[in-house]
């Protein structure tokens, strides 16, 4: 019986008769007792709509003056939705970013929010209303209109929830909550009912994007539950929470993969100082991120050096990776794109052994050759052949028995 | 070489296409060496999807959400004005109501202005920028969004004329002035270069729909040069100002009519006090409003009670009068539907004799018979049928030589 922020995204209030079914649930929250803020996007397809507008002027609008254009947005969703809760009876309040507060620096188009006033809020929630606040944009401390970015809406709920010290951060989506790995590739993956914030962000950053990171990262830092649910189905989601809070003993949470990346190494290089940043420090200039990197012990007086970057830096990334092997005296450089990686993600490994060598074994077995290998505290990574994702992925469910209710014994 | 406010309309800004040459115009007045300060409407079209989207929820949403609603259309055409300006090398900022501080009472959907902080404006202007305001919208003292009603950009731009202390506001529209009469029924009607703030407000109030009334009223009290002007045409438009500022020697401005009146009489009522208030009361209970109201002399003990009302509230006037008439004991009912009202405008008639007669004259020789008068200090009405409204207007352009370059000789 506390306070509930729920957050519907953009195909959530994508027509009339959504924002509607949106009011229906937003209601029945209440009914049950519940204080309730909402947040919302831009009905789906509406920002494109004001993009392509910006863009028969100018490819490249003023930041500032594309901020005012997008906030637009979510300003006709939170009276749209307004509009539908009065009709069933429910009162209900609008803010903007601006009206409620959300104070941001001032980097348009992707700015950090500073702080919430929650004092309104809190007075309209008092008098029984619902909240409804517009996602993604806030004001900078010169009034100026700000956006969080794409997606940013998650973020404004969730600094909206920390504020207002609710209860739980609702978000509802088009998937009713956190697999054990894409039901797509491996059809038995199973829907967490629980999931660290932790393996959330590893998750995430690795490509199942059910969730913007930066999200995540905020709930975990200001302490917010965090829930993924659908919108049009009923069910429990998947709660996003802390290691004490009566976790599942899983060792393993789920399987995530990435098939943007492609690898790219130099053998031969002077095993010397300074060799790292002499290949990185290029490739860095010229704005392409790095995701993996790995150097091989030197045998003789050279070393191998491996790094993957996304497939569409790849070409890119081949051409100045050859001229600085040229200029380091490098004997080789190879390049491949055909790869995936896959990482299995779970806080369990922090205090169960043998989960690195049940991967590997259970990869083996299927003939899966592992071209890469990083792990980090609560993830282990590796890169293989692009061809064997599917059967990688399953292999991996299976050993780590991902599909049933129990965790896997070791 | 002061500050000018320029409002561009709905149909000006009604496409990306016309944004760009709104742009146009407006670099130009600022290296004519002008401060510009430009108000904006929503693309035409725009206002009417908002309304359509709120009236698929409710046929009657809350005011408040409303306002939240449709303020997002001016908000857009800011943003991408600003844009076409820096497109081509103009400095440029946007503003919505709240932003500019452009501060309401709190009746939501027709809300007054109550004040203007133009700080923030005017360094801007000092700073070479362009501002460019949302119109139509503005903000109470708790932070909620107000509108101004329909065609309040027209307010907002004479608002800030009159906050900053303009030059002059220009209302660009798509017309290219004011006329003495209409064009579609005397072609001969001729464009004028000045006319008064009291000679536009009748003008206005009569059906001639250049301009809002209300904007008229705020610029005549504050003082702020008007100038009505063509957003596709070259030209200098009408100029709406005092009548000391040298104006032309002319008696008569303008005729206007207004095709949307119907009559009702009620012959023989009791020539006694309150008798007005028993006929005009029940139907001013009906939120039918009244506009002539004649009294014949009374000749026995009776008296003849003549008004008009909106066409569409002639059948419920119409029935309404039956009733009291038979209360009343009145001898006769009579309406008419098909009357216009024709109206000759002027400042020149306080200082003029012969202004009526003339006009009586004038109508006479076609043989066009008075049905009912009304006078007051700048204009003479009279009620004719309404087959007669295009000889009449062009009898009394004739009389008055409106189309002429001279006023007419009297």
């Given at each position: 019986?506390?306070?509930?922020?729920?957050?519907?995204?953009?195909?959530?209030?994508?027509?009339?008769?959504?924002?509607?079914?949106v009011?229906?649930?937003?209601k029945?929250?209440?009914?049950?007792?519940?204080?309730?803020?909402?947040?919302?996007?831009a009905?789906?397809?509406?920002?494109?709509?004001?993009?392509?507008?910006?863009?028969?002027i100018?490819?490249?609008?003023?930041?500032?003056?594309?901020?005012?254009?997008?906030?637009?947005g979510?300003?006709?969703?939170?009276?749209?939705?307004?509009?539908?809760?009065?009709?069933?009876?429910?009162?209900?309040?609008?803010?903007?970013?601006?009206?409620?507060?959300?104070?941001?620096?001032?980097?348009?188009?992707k700015?950090?929010?500073?702080?919430i006033?929650?004092?309104?809020?809190?007075?309209?929630?008092?008098?029984?209303?619902v909240?409804?606040?517009?996602?993604?944009?806030?004001?900078?401390?010169?009034?100026?209109?700000t956006?969080?970015?794409?997606?940013?809406?998650?973020?404004?709920?969730?600094?909206?929830?920390?504020?207002?010290?609710?209860?739980?951060?609702?978000?509802?989506?088009?998937?009713?909550?956190?697999?054990?790995?894409?039901?797509?590739?491996?059809?038995k993956?199973?829907?967490l009912?629980?999931?660290?914030?932790?393996?959330?962000?590893?998750?995430?950053?690795?490509?199942?994007?059910?969730?913007?990171?930066?999200?995540?990262?905020f709930?975990?830092k200001?302490?917010?539950?965090?829930r993924?649910?659908?919108?049009?189905?009923?069910?429990?989601?998947?709660?996003?929470?802390?290691?004490?809070?009566?976790?599942?003993?899983?060792?393993?949470?789920?399987?995530?993969?990435n098939?943007?990346?492609?690898?790219?190494?130099?053998?031969?290089?002077?095993?010397?100082?300074?060799?790292?940043?002499?290949i990185?420090?290029?490739?860095?200039?010229?704005?392409?991120?790095?995701?993996?990197?790995?150097?091989?012990?030197?045998?003789?007086?050279t070393?191998?050096?491996?790094?993957?970057?996304?497939?569409?830096?790849?070409?890119q990334?081949?051409?100045?990776?050859?001229?600085?092997?040229?200029?380091?005296?490098?004997?080789?450089?190879?390049?491949?794109?055909?790869?995936?990686?896959?990482?299995l993600?779970?806080v369990?490994?922090?205090?169960?052994?043998?989960i690195?060598?049940?991967?590997?074994?259970?990869?083996?077995?299927?003939?899966?050759?592992i071209?890469m290998?990083?792990?980090?505290?609560?993830?282990?990574?590796?890169?293989?052949?692009?061809?064997?994702?599917?059967?990688?992925?399953?292999?991996?469910?299976?050993?780590?028995?991902?599909?049933?209710?129990?965790?896997?014994?070791?």
């Open positions: 019986m506390g306070l509930i922020v729920q957050k519907y995204g953009g195909t959530s209030v994508g027509s009339i008769e959504r924002i509607q079914a009011a229906q649930k937003v029945a929250t209440q009914e049950q007792g519940h204080q309730v803020v909402v947040v919302v996007s009905m789906s397809g509406e920002t494109n709509r004001l993009i392509a507008l910006a863009h028969e100018e490819t490249s609008p003023a930041p500032r003056e594309m901020d005012v254009l997008l906030s637009t979510e300003q006709v969703t939170i009276a749209l939705l307004c509009m539908a809760l009065h009709k069933i009876g429910a009162d209900a309040r609008s803010y903007t970013g601006a009206q409620v507060q959300i104070l941001t620096d001032n980097a348009h188009s700015a950090r929010i500073r702080g006033d929650g004092i309104r809020v809190r007075g309209d929630l008092q008098a029984g209303h909240v409804v606040i517009a996602g993604f944009q806030g004001v900078d401390d010169q009034g100026n209109i956006t969080l970015g794409r997606g940013g809406s998650d973020t404004t709920a969730v600094a909206m929830a920390a504020a207002l010290n609710a209860q739980e951060c609702q978000i509802f989506t088009d998937v009713d909550g956190v697999y054990t790995t894409d039901p797509r590739v491996e059809p993956a199973r829907k009912d629980r999931i660290t914030f932790e393996e959330m962000l590893e998750m995430a950053s690795l490509g199942s994007k059910v969730l913007q990171i930066r999200a995540v990262e709930a975990g200001y302490n917010v539950p965090l993924v649910l659908s919108s049009f189905e009923e069910g429990e989601g998947t709660l996003i929470t802390f290691e004490d809070e009566g976790m599942e003993d899983a060792k393993i949470s789920g399987i995530a993969f098939r943007d990346e492609a690898k790219l190494t130099v053998l031969g290089v002077p095993d010397e100082p300074g060799v790292a940043y002499s990185l420090g290029p490739v860095s200039n010229a704005n392409i991120e790095v995701d993996m990197i790995i150097q091989n012990i030197a045998e003789d007086d070393t191998d050096f491996t790094f993957t970057v996304h497939r569409n830096d790849y070409p990334a081949l051409e100045i990776l050859k001229e600085t092997s040229g200029i380091l005296g490098a004997r080789e450089v190879l390049g491949n794109e055909n790869i995936v990686k896959l990482s993600v779970g369990g490994m922090r205090s169960h052994s043998g690195a060598s049940t991967m590997f074994e259970a990869l083996a077995k299927e003939g899966i050759n071209l290998i990083s792990t980090s505290e609560i993830k282990i990574s590796v890169v293989i052949d692009e061809k064997y994702l599917e059967l990688g992925v399953r292999a991996l469910h299976e050993a780590f028995d991902l599909a049933g209710n129990l965790p896997a014994e070791m």
